[in-house]
């Protein structure tokens, strides 16, 4: 088998720039100002110190101005929706920083934004942005997380007073695991179910404040902790009830939906349900934000783990008397090289979901359709990004035995932060849930009713449409698939085109076969219910793939937009063992659906073999090209202490060499 | 296809009695005084007020009279081996307690009774029970964890004063992440290299007091502290330096090497390599100990996820208008429910395991062989269990949401506590290397060095020797295998004969390849290293491949012993669920290999799902029957607060029902 090969040597600063990408100038401008500005995690602190500590850090961090990045121009911001997400996931090393900023600046404020209008803007952005205000975003329930729709909180107008009365029914009802609620926040964007003049328009969001000027809960407002958590306990969550809590008309963020002193009752938005996916779909940056947090957190473990796995040595090689790097073993290699290369897939995956996030935001008219193709690609890519996150960090920690145990050295924080990232912002399930029905639209046509399916809705708003659509470098990658050699040779493995192509075949299969299973299930008088359910497995899994196929697109499109052929050549080779190692995890489903023979299955292991052990020697180089702010590696094990001991041990064994 | 069926409802009780085995009355004893003590595993206390509540809870539990199980009846002893690793693991609530116990009794105390002789037991054992002597088992340095037999640390002998000088020539060859070193031990076995007369005898063990009575240091040990950890901050983990330590000859643990006053060496062991192993093979106990509780922590993670996934609902189901259990989903039974079975086929293992342990423990005669075996074996279910726990409490976690990730639940504590069982006690990599090294000794008549490879020592003490021996339930095994029909049955998939073929056939056909694949390489002038490394991810599969049959017969074995039919067949579909998702998994294999088909391989997948969904109604009473101590389960999700929620909300949602 003929292996291309990796160059043998690249300068990592320049690939740092390629990885940059479009926003550079934010990037750098972080990293500058990170330098300047002492924001240590508080590992090891008490729940309270550790609290107090991250609110005074939010101070010095809206000091900084960065946070002004997402916010419109005219109240005061830099309208750089991309910059803002960007710099967020920036603060990977200080994981509560990121989520408290994510909820003061990125939900809390995001909602003000995207919800609510001039007189919301002009009176909370300020004092938003320069954290005057703590908020929190009070959407989620103890009954209802992911099925939003279905909360139990109310709003009912009183048109006596013209006052809106903010109501928790039952415990069910109470807002949890709210950021900023225990502690911080004085006002809260409150999630509940409009009632007006006798009718219930659905979900809408309220300006509720929670606590007086001296932090002191407000009457009717009946505020609990969340207590210690797995990590992430710089953020104060907590819980929140509402016993008949009175705000006034104006409290209602109206963009979508506003209610007239009398009661009336008016949205531009027809329909509950389009109204529901249009202010929720408003709300997508906090999710791509976990996402591009997720995916630097996991560069950060692997920096500590390939920086450790260089240096460590363990047995003796009797060839040569020295120990050896447990780098150098191939099964060290294959826990972290292929979490390597799939980091620089999503890397450039993350980049362009920001960027279509940004030039969205940005368009003159508004794109419906694009609009809700973001929010699926953003609801998948967030799903595997986090998984690929704490599988990942759990590994670097494995990797680094009892010295990834230890706090000192950040896995264990790194890994507890990060662990939540699967289950928020919609848990990664029903988001792949969700992307896998946008899909299947495609299929309507095959269906008699698809409102038994859940998929009405999706139809409905025209939700995607189409399906293996080229979503990044879409020439390019078909002239790629179309030079594809054919079956036969071995070396084809290393074609991009037909690398591109197999995960389309696969894509498009999985998805017929789905649709095809799902219609023939339908007939009769089956209970749609348990036609849906009993495919679930499948149903997840075309999801799946389609986001493989979405990220290695962007791969693709990624090493297209590389003018330097070395590196260029660098990122091909990653390229290679992200799609090999993908293809060696999913070969019991190639085999089955006869997609690749048994020597070509056997043929591509050897190969990811082949190149763990190609890129090895430029591992650390690899990692630090992701420009991972230096305030965030502190770890003994990656800092110099492992390869200080090392030399002590070896001048001590030599004494003469 | 024809599925067996689950029975309709079974007795929760008579299962539990099955599945606590031979060692039932320990484990109701255990279960009675863990009714009568409370010992709250302290989560959420600072490190000090952590240490402080697990020593006065080790203090307790020496009171009980519990760890006087594995000790020798001559000296205070219960003599019952079997017994303390199962009293150890019943723990599992309170893991910080489970390992500073673990360290005190099990690795410290064990140490003494296997390496020691008369004199260390009559003058230390009873203080080490009764734990007026705190002890550390000082054997990993910061430089040499899994390779042992490469520390650094010397013990030479001064015939003049009859002392051992005890020293760390450097900082590699400092004692680390010793549990009780940094604030508890007053002693410590330290392993070092024995010099005497000029000459270097290999790793032997002394005991070396650290701190005197008033718990400060004594004049050359420098004691640190490992500070914070991932989890199993109630176990005060240290590092020791020794500048120049006298200890008196005495103190050498000198069952297998000892010191005459001149410094003559002598011992009943020829070869360094032979002695060294066989005093490590005497403290398996402790690697048998982690398996055990992995498991244990593995049932009562899954018993919070499965008890909430039963209550907690989410979406309604618009055929019934109520909200659906999200354990009815297929997607949630897949998390959950092949985890679940893997956890009662581990527990028939691990029954197996240790039965093995304490019978050779009892054996008039030493059977070497037998012993090798077991060492292989606990090797490689240390690493099998340890490796499902930490993934399997990942998914309890995330399977329970946000609520998973509050410490009220428990979840985050298990996860961060079970972390560190991968690599401690032995790394699961290098284990299961180990594994592999010992089958590779059947196939030395086809290498000509073996010394190269690194199995020379394996063949040297005959290490295991035959492949594919049969380990539990031979005959029962030979039978159902002779009688399986043949290939083109397709409900053949749940004859066990059929699967148990398949997995000897997995085992055999990787290691043949695997040996002729070394032996290949090893022709000409390859560097062994080179040779050995780059298959070793084969080296790796074959050693798991192995275990999984291991595990399997085991798992044939505990239900051939349960006399209840309607036990059994309870067993029967749990053990399906295990093969088919472990074949699922490795379907990839399977198929590359030819050894199931593409319409098979479909099947298994379509038969997992069957089984995820007969089970689904009895998960709640299966994971009941391994009878965790009540103690442990506090989680409010999983102890009425969930349902007393759904009652009010659906008292609420429908008042007139």
């Given at each position: 088998?003929?292996?291309?090969?990796?160059?043998?040597?690249f300068?990592?600063a320049?690939?740092?720039?390629?990885?940059?990408?479009?926003?550079?100038?934010?990037?750098?401008?972080?990293?500058?100002?990170?330098?300047?500005?002492?924001?240590?995690p508080?590992?090891?602190?008490?729940?309270d110190?550790?609290?107090?500590?991250i609110l005074d850090?939010?101070?010095r961090?809206a000091?900084?101005?960065?946070?002004?990045?997402?916010?419109?121009?005219e109240?005061?911001?830099?309208?750089?929706?991309?910059?803002?997400?960007i710099s967020?996931?920036?603060?990977?090393?200080?994981?509560?920083l990121?989520?408290?900023?994510?909820v003061?600046?990125?939900?809390?404020g995001?909602?003000?934004?995207?919800l609510?209008?001039?007189?919301?803007?002009?009176?909370?952005?300020?004092p938003?942005?320069?954290?005057?205000?703590?908020?929190?975003?009070?959407?989620?329930?103890?009954?209802?997380?992911?099925d939003?729709?279905?909360?139990?909180?109310?709003?009912?107008?009183?048109?006596?007073?013209?006052?809106?009365?903010?109501?928790?029914?039952?415990?069910?009802?109470?807002?949890?695991?709210?950021?900023?609620?225990?502690?911080?926040?004085?006002m809260?964007?409150?999630?509940?179910?409009?009632?007006?003049?006798?009718?219930?328009h659905?979900?809408?969001?309220?300006?509720?404040?929670?606590?007086?000027?001296?932090?002191?809960?407000?009457?009717?407002?009946h505020?609990?902790d969340?207590?210690?958590?797995?990590?992430?306990?710089?953020?104060?969550?907590g819980?929140?009830?509402?016993d008949r809590?009175?705000?006034?008309?104006?409290?209602?963020?109206?963009?979508?939906?506003?209610?007239?002193?009398?009661?009336?009752?008016r949205?531009p938005?027809?329909?509950?349900?389009?109204?529901?996916f249009?202010?929720l779909g408003?709300?997508?940056?906090?999710?791509?934000?976990?996402?591009?947090?997720?995916?630097?957190a996991?560069?950060?473990?692997?920096?500590?783990?390939?920086?450790?796995?260089?240096?460590?040595?363990q047995?003796?090689?009797?060839?040569?008397?020295?120990?050896?790097?447990?780098?150098?073993?191939?099964?060290?290699q294959?826990?972290?090289?292929?979490?390597?290369?799939?980091?620089?897939?999503?890397?450039?995956?993350?980049?362009?979901l920001?960027?279509?996030?940004?030039?969205?935001?940005?368009?003159?008219?508004?794109?419906?359709?694009?609009?809700?193709?973001?929010e699926s690609?953003?609801?998948g890519?967030?799903?595997?990004?986090?998984?690929h996150?704490?599988?990942?960090?759990?590994?670097?920690?494995?990797?680094?035995?009892?010295a990834g145990?230890?706090?000192?050295n950040?896995?264990p924080?790194?890994?507890?932060?990060?662990?939540?990232?699967t289950?928020?912002?919609?848990?990664?399930?029903v988001l792949?849930q969700?992307?896998?029905?946008?899909?299947?639209?495609?299929?309507?046509?095959?269906?008699?009713?698809l409102?038994?399916?859940?998929l009405?809705?999706?139809?409905?708003?025209q939700?995607?449409?189409?399906v293996?659509?080229r979503t990044?470098a879409?020439?390019?990658?078909?002239?790629?698939?179309?030079?594809?050699?054919g079956r036969d040779?071995?070396?084809?493995?290393f074609d991009?085109?037909?690398?591109?192509?197999?995960?389309e075949?696969?894509?498009?299969?999985v998805l017929?076969a789905?649709a095809?299973?799902?219609?023939?299930?339908?007939?009769?008088?089956?209970?749609p219910?348990?036609?849906?359910?009993?495919?679930?497995?499948?149903v997840?899994?075309a999801?799946?793939?389609?986001?493989?196929?979405?990220?290695?697109e962007?791969?693709?499109?990624?090493?297209?937009?590389?003018?330097?052929?070395?590196?260029?050549?660098?990122?091909e080779?990653?390229?290679?063992?992200?799609?090999?190692?993908n293809?060696?995890?999913d070969?019991?489903?190639?085999?089955?659906?006869?997609?690749?023979?048994?020597r070509?299955s056997?043929?591509v292991?050897?190969?990811?073999?082949?190149?763990?052990?190609q890129?090895?020697?430029?591992?650390?180089s690899?990692?630090?090209?992701?420009?991972?702010?230096?305030q965030?590696?502190?770890?003994?094990i990656?800092?110099?202490?492992?390869?200080?001991?090392?030399?002590?041990?070896?001048?001590h064994d030599?004494?003469?060499?």
């Amino acid at each position: 088998m003929q292996i291309p090969r990796m160059p043998a040597g690249f300068d990592a600063a320049k690939l740092g720039e390629v990885l940059d990408g479009r926003w550079a100038d934010v990037r750098v401008q972080v990293r500058e100002t990170l330098r300047d500005t002492e924001l240590p995690p508080g590992d090891g602190l008490d729940v309270d110190s550790h609290r107090k500590l991250i609110l005074d850090q939010l101070h010095r961090l809206a000091a900084s101005g960065i946070p002004r990045l997402g916010f419109p121009g005219e109240y005061g911001g830099k309208g750089d929706t991309g910059g803002s997400v960007i710099s967020l996931e920036m603060l990977a090393g200080n994981l509560s920083l990121m989520v408290k900023g994510g909820v003061q600046w990125g939900l809390f404020g995001g909602a003000v934004v995207a919800l609510g209008t001039e007189r919301h803007h002009s009176r909370y952005l300020e004092p938003i942005m320069n954290m005057e205000l703590p908020g929190c975003f009070a959407m989620t329930e103890t009954g209802h997380g992911s099925d939003v729709q279905s909360l139990r909180t109310t709003a009912t107008y009183d048109p006596d007073s013209e006052e809106f009365v903010v109501h928790s029914p039952h415990e069910s009802a109470r807002k949890d695991y709210i950021g900023n609620a225990a502690r911080d926040g004085r006002m809260a964007v409150v999630f509940a179910q409009l009632h007006t003049a006798g009718q219930d328009h659905g979900v809408h969001a309220l300006m509720v404040p929670i606590r007086d000027e001296n932090g002191h809960p407000l009457p009717g407002v009946h505020i609990s902790d969340c207590g210690h958590k797995a990590g992430l306990n710089g953020v104060d969550n907590g819980r929140i009830l509402f016993d008949r809590v009175r705000v006034p008309r104006e409290a209602l963020l109206n963009r979508y939906g506003d209610v007239e002193p009398d009661g009336t009752y008016r949205s531009p938005i027809e329909g509950r349900n389009k109204r529901f996916f249009t202010m929720l779909g408003t709300l997508i940056r906090g999710r791509i934000s976990v996402a591009g947090t997720a995916g630097s957190a996991t560069k950060l473990a692997l920096e500590i783990a390939l920086r450790y796995g260089d240096t460590r040595r363990q047995f003796e090689n009797p060839g040569t008397g020295d120990e050896t790097p447990v780098l150098d073993y191939l099964g060290h290699q294959r826990k972290l090289l292929p979490a390597l290369a799939t980091t620089f897939a999503l890397h450039f995956a993350q980049e362009e979901l920001v960027s279509t996030l940004h030039d969205l935001h940005n368009a003159e008219e508004h794109d419906e359709r694009a609009q809700r193709e973001l929010e699926s690609r953003a609801a998948g890519i967030k799903a595997v990004t986090t998984w690929h996150a704490s599988r990942t960090i759990q590994t670097c920690r494995e990797a680094c035995g009892g010295a990834g145990y230890l706090s000192e050295n950040q896995l264990p924080q790194l890994k507890a932060d990060t662990d939540v990232f699967t289950t928020f912002e919609g848990d990664n399930t029903v988001l792949l849930q969700l992307v896998a029905k946008g899909l299947l639209t495609y299929y309507r046509d095959q269906f008699d009713d698809l409102g038994t399916l859940g998929l009405a809705r999706y139809v409905a708003d025209q939700f995607v449409g189409t399906v293996i659509e080229r979503t990044a470098a879409r020439r390019l990658v078909q002239r790629l698939v179309d030079a594809a050699p054919g079956r036969d040779d071995e070396d084809e493995i290393f074609d991009r085109g037909w690398q591109l192509r197999l995960f389309e075949d696969r894509e498009k299969h999985v998805l017929d076969a789905l649709a095809r299973r799902l219609r023939r299930a339908t007939g009769g008088d089956a209970d749609p219910f348990e036609v849906f359910n009993n495919a679930q497995d499948h149903v997840l899994r075309a999801a799946r793939v389609h986001v493989d196929r979405v990220v290695l697109e962007a791969f693709v499109a990624g090493i297209e937009r590389c003018a330097d052929p070395d590196m260029a050549s660098v990122l091909e080779r990653l390229c290679d063992l992200y799609v090999l190692s993908n293809i060696e995890e999913d070969r019991g489903w190639f085999l089955e659906h006869e997609r690749i023979g048994t020597r070509r299955s056997k043929a591509v292991t050897e190969a990811v073999n082949t190149l763990c052990q190609q890129i090895r020697p430029h591992a650390v180089s690899l990692v630090e090209a992701f420009g991972i702010p230096r305030q965030w590696l502190t770890a003994p094990i990656a800092t110099g202490a492992e390869s200080a001991r090392q030399e002590a041990q070896r001048a001590h064994d030599r004494p003469r060499d």
